[in-house]
């Protein structure tokens, strides 16, 4: 149980994008919506920030207790509770699929995720709570995969979306991605190169009780949404029994990278309210270096400096949960503006 003054409603979104989705899965979603301290006692409307887990994360995750820490919901109401930050509506988006996520795109491979998002999730929350329905009062926030989305989705719907905090975000994809490309091909050289041979064994034991899960779990989930083939299914970008890159494939990958994305998404990136981005200086996908490349490509497009909460803390990739009420409290003076 959370332990929280203001309010934490749970839904069943029934999402009609998502019938009938490529990997069969659920098309009803649970939507969770968190309303401040003084949200019941009047008809104030508030600005709005969507929470995107990272990959293989689902909703509960969000209620998980660390010994000595407060999970983050708890950690925002606090926030708000104690009055250190304006009020704000936190919506957590569920996007998990069969292969561990989505990456918050439409793909073939998975499902129409960034629409499920932008055109379901965004209508339906603005329908039903009192929220400031406009892009200035709307912010996206997420780690590691989620955060993928929150740099993402602002370049994509500029007009939904006018701030966005970004911790250990996927961005230059060399640094994160070609270094797991390596360390895959000597996993699969037991499956002989065969990733849906590790996959049928995946599924039919215990999972994660192999050295090889994580990291194939998360290249096949991957695949499936960056490269899929005509058919859906996943198309590795490097050559399982070698290692090596194949740029035809490879090349989808980066389509994606938010680093790549800048330039063509200058003028979105431009129209932001606020922007936070940061990473541990040990992060495991290197995701700091990813980090510290967006930040210089929002520089280059010309976003202003004024715009922008950048930081490297001490860390890795994993229990930095902390960071996210940070940009939270950040976002929400910004946003009440």
Same mark, same amino acid.
């Given at each position: 149980?959370?332990?929280?003054?203001?309010?934490?409603?749970?839904? *069943?979104?029934?999402?009609?994008?998502?019938?009938?989705?490529?990997?069969?899965?659920?098309?009803?979603?649970?939507?969770?919506? +968190?309303?401040?301290?003084? @949200?019941?006692?009047?008809?104030?409307?508030?600005?709005? &920030? @969507?929470?995107?887990?990272? %990959?293989?994360?689902? !909703?509960?995750?969000?209620?998980?207790?660390?010994?000595?820490?407060?999970?983050?919901?708890?950690? =925002?109401?606090?926030?708000?509770?104690?009055?250190?930050?304006?009020?704000?509506?936190?919506? %957590?988006?569920?996007?998990?699929?069969?292969?561990?996520?989505?990456?918050?795109?439409?793909?073939?491979?998975?499902?129409? +995720?960034?629409?499920?998002?932008?055109? /379901?999730?965004?209508?339906? #929350?603005?329908?039903?709570?009192?929220?400031?329905?406009?892009?200035?009062?709307?912010? $996206?926030?997420?780690?590691?995969?989620?955060?993928?989305?929150?740099?993402? *989705?602002?370049?994509?719907?500029?007009?939904?979306?006018?701030?966005?905090?970004?911790?250990?975000?996927?961005?230059?994809?060399?640094?994160?991605? $070609?270094?797991?490309? !390596?360390?895959?091909?000597?996993?699969?050289?037991? @499956?002989?190169?065969? =990733?849906?041979?590790?996959?049928?064994?995946?599924? *039919?034991?215990?999972? %994660?009780?192999?050295?090889?899960?994580?990291?194939?779990?998360?290249?096949?989930? &991957?695949?499936?949404? %960056?490269?899929?083939?005509?058919?859906?299914?996943?198309?590795?970008?490097?050559?399982?029994?070698?290692?090596? !890159?194949?740029?035809?494939?490879? /090349?989808?990958?980066?389509?994606?990278?938010?680093?790549?994305?800048?330039?063509?998404?200058? /003028?979105?990136?431009?129209?932001?309210?606020? =922007?936070? $981005?940061?990473?541990?200086?040990?992060?495991?996908?290197?995701?700091?270096?990813?980090?510290?490349?967006?930040?210089?490509?929002?520089? /280059?497009?010309? #976003?202003?400096?004024?715009? #922008?909460?950048?930081?490297?803390?001490?860390?890795?990739?994993?229990?930095?949960? +902390?960071?996210?009420?940070?940009?939270?409290?950040?976002?929400?003076?910004? !946003?009440?503006?």
């Amino acid at each position: 149980m959370l332990d929280l003054i203001g309010r934490l409603d749970e839904h *069943t979104l029934d999402s009609r994008l998502l019938r009938g989705n490529p990997l069969g899965d659920p098309s009803s979603r649970p939507l969770w919506v +968190y309303t401040p301290p003084g @949200y019941d006692e009047g008809c104030r409307r508030y600005p709005t &920030v @969507y929470m995107l887990l990272g %990959f293989g994360g689902t !909703l509960p995750i969000w209620r998980n207790r660390i010994p000595y820490r407060r999970p983050v919901p708890e950690l =925002i109401d606090g926030l708000f509770a104690r009055g250190e930050a304006p009020g704000m509506i936190v919506v %957590f988006v569920d996007a998990f699929t069969k292969y561990g996520g989505s990456q918050y795109v439409d793909s073939p491979g998975t499902g129409p +995720y960034h629409s499920y998002l932008c055109d /379901e999730v965004v209508p339906w #929350v603005d329908a039903h709570y009192r929220t400031i329905s406009d892009r200035d009062h709307r912010a $996206i926030a997420g780690k590691s995969s989620g955060g993928l989305g929150a740099m993402i *989705t602002p370049m994509l719907r500029p007009d939904l979306f006018g701030a966005f905090a970004t911790h250990s975000g996927d961005a230059l994809s060399e640094a994160q991605y $070609i270094p797991h490309f !390596l360390w895959a091909a000597r996993h699969l050289r037991q @499956y002989d190169g065969d =990733i849906f041979a590790w996959w049928a064994d995946f599924t *039919t034991r215990t999972a %994660f009780t192999k050295p090889e899960d994580e990291r194939l779990l998360e290249l096949l989930g &991957v695949s499936a949404c %960056f490269s899929p083939d005509a058919d859906g299914r996943p198309e590795l970008p490097f050559d399982p029994v070698t290692g090596a !890159l194949r740029p035809a494939v490879w /090349e989808r990958w980066l389509r994606w990278d938010p680093v790549r994305m800048s330039p063509d998404h200058a /003028e979105a990136l431009r129209s932001q309210r606020a =922007i936070w $981005i940061d990473a541990g200086t040990s992060d495991e996908w290197f995701l700091d270096l990813g980090a510290q490349a967006f930040r210089r490509s929002l520089a /280059e497009v010309g #976003v202003p400096d004024g715009l #922008v909460r950048f930081e490297l803390f001490d860390g890795g990739h994993r229990a930095v949960e +902390y960071r996210q009420p940070l940009a939270i409290a950040w976002l929400a003076e910004r !946003l009440a503006a």
